[in-house]
């Protein structure tokens, strides 16, 4: 997984300028307000963090940020962010199969972007909310979000071109997908041009296997890995819909 998000790292914070990192931050503080306890939910830990800008918002709510990539050029680029910013956010290069190897817990371990979705194996979602439960004390939240199958079956398109410009830099990106619909994965490849001052100065192409799940496989998977689901909407919404692409969903390990 590492190898797709060698190349993109260089482009991802182009390429999702406009993304409002500082409103989804909100979202999920939010859902740390309503479902931690009085006293908690200050240690986070961003899984799958990115180049880090969720971290960044996070923090300057009061939370106590650290961040790990299994992409170390992400994790440099995040670490270079923090520095710039004057941020005291630590990252880290571990992915959601050696997590555990942070060697301590959190209040709460988010993973935005869908991020899980990268775990296609129902072995490698296993190990993984695993894990994550074992960087949890009990009463901790896992908050993470993930593509609902009913909404990618039923919508996704087959071509998508992605455009974005700033400064004299330009980004295009053309996306091809097709669907294995017994495996429930998404196949992605992505063509990108990257352009400064209107010359070419990279092309390449990667491949991403994206898995979608089902509301019901959700619920049995984190109960079999010793959660319980406390809460579902549709990402950076009040309310459940069944069409919604992308499902939020905040789960409290047992034995709190």
């Given amino acids: 997984m590492s190898k797709i998000f060698s190349d993109y790292s260089e482009i991802y914070d182009l390429l999702y ?17 309503r479902f931690s306890p009085a006293d908690g939910g200050r240690r986070i830990l961003d899984l799958a ?16 940020v650290e961040g790990s990539d299994i992409s170390s050029e992400m994790v440099r680029m995040a670490e270079q962010a923090a520095r710039q910013r004057g941020s005291r956010a630590v990252f880290h290069n571990f992915s959601f199969q050696n997590a555990p190897r942070l060697g301590k817990t959190f209040d709460v371990v988010i993973s ?11 072995s490698e979602v296993v190990l993984a909310l695993k894990n994550i439960a074992s960087l949890l004390p009990p009463g901790g939240l896992f908050i993470f979000d993930y593509w609902n199958g009913n909404a990618v079956v039923r919508d996704f398109s087959p071509v998508r071109v992605m455009k974005k410009e700033k400064d004299n830099r330009e980004v295009i990106r053309i996306s091809r997908t097709t669907l294995d619909k017994v495996r429930q994965v998404a196949h992605v ?11 070419k100065k990279g092309e390449f192409s990667e491949d991403h296997h994206v898995r979608y799940f089902f509301f019901r496989e959700i619920e049995a998977l984190l109960e079999q890995c010793g959660f319980e689901l406390l809460y579902r909407s549709g990402f950076m919404a009040q309310a459940l819909c069944e069409d919604d692409w992308n499902i939020a969903v905040v789960a409290r390990k047992k034995g709190g």
Avoid: W
């Avoid at 300028?17 to 307000?33: H, N």
């Avoid at 935005?112 to 129902?122: G, P, Q, R, T």
């Avoid at 063509?191 to 001052?197: A, I, M, P, V």
């Fill in 17 to 33: 300028e406009d993304k409002p990192y500082g409103e989804e931050a909100r979202f999920v503080s939010d859902l740390i307000a």
């Fill in 49 to 64: 963090c990115g180049t880090g800008r969720h971290c960044f918002e996070l923090e300057k709510m009061g939370y106590v």
């Fill in 189 to 199: 490849n992505f063509q990108f041009l990257y352009l400064e001052g209107g010359v």
């Fill in 112 to 122: 935005m972007f869908s991020a899980i979705d990268y775990l296609v194996e129902n």
